[in-house]
């Protein structure tokens, strides 16, 4: 029986280092001139993270990080833009579903650059409404066969918790994202659910 793949070993991830390996050959100047150029096309709006500008912006950010790019100061900071008080690094906060737990992430390190206490309070409550009732569809899918057993027909259900998951993606791009955008020069939001095999192509705005 073959090893299983651990999922820095899985093909899509395999994949996504080979297309990093071109901006793993930039100079630091010319890196930090591309990122400060993409983070300018990426200003006032509100993108999926299954975007490809987002995921080329994604895997320049990684090497930027462990270079320690912005630190270096090689450019400005495109208009708008404030340091990430996580890792200094410009501020493009990521939503998804754990908002209240994680609060908005960092593009640039992954760590917690937005606490959802420090989301402004006035968008707090609908924020919060929204991810208990995205929780619970997603929960469906990490239930046990102990209460898989409990419904009539738990494929059913599964399917019916995707569907779900589906429209509130959709409800919080239309209804919760814009606001924060009020706020944040740019913003990245989750736009899948593998969970659930909920795809990008799924969540129709």
Same mark, same amino acid.
């Given at each position: ?82 340091? =990430? ?5 410009? %501020? !493009?906060?990521?939503?998804?579903? &754990? $908002? *209240?737990?994680?609060? /908005? ?55 019916? =918790? ?5 429209? %509130? !993606?959709?409800?919080?791009?239309? &209804? $919760? *994202?814009?606001?924060? /955008? ?24």
């Amino acid at each position: 029986m073959p090893e299983p793949q651990s999922a820095s070993d899985a093909p899509v991830d395999r994949l996504w280092k080979e297309y990093g390996k071109s901006f793993g050959e930039f100079d630091d100047l010319t890196l930090a001139r591309w990122s400060s150029q993409t983070l300018g096309q990426l200003h006032g709006k509100a993108w999926r993270l299954s975007h490809p500008l987002v995921g080329a912006y994604r895997l320049a950010a990684q090497i930027a990080h462990d270079r320690g790019l912005w630190h270096q100061r090689l450019v400005n900071f495109p208009t708008g833009y404030t340091a =990430a008080p996580c890792c200094r690094a410009p %501020l !493009l906060p990521f939503f998804t579903r &754990e $908002v *209240i737990e994680v609060g /908005l992430l960092c593009q640039h390190c992954g760590e917690s650059a937005v606490p959802f206490t420090d989301i402004p309070a006035e968008l707090r409550p609908a924020i919060e409404k929204w991810a208990k009732k995205y929780g619970a569809a997603h929960e469906v899918a990490h239930w046990d066969e102990k209460k898989q057993k409990k419904v009539a027909d738990y494929d059913r259900k599964f399917e019916g =918790a995707a569907q779900e998951a589906e429209e %509130l !993606l959709a409800a919080v791009c239309h &209804e $919760v *994202i814009p606001l924060l /955008l009020e706020h944040y020069p740019a913003l990245v939001w989750e736009d899948h659910d593998e969970c659930l095999e909920v795809r990008p192509e799924d969540v129709v705005l």
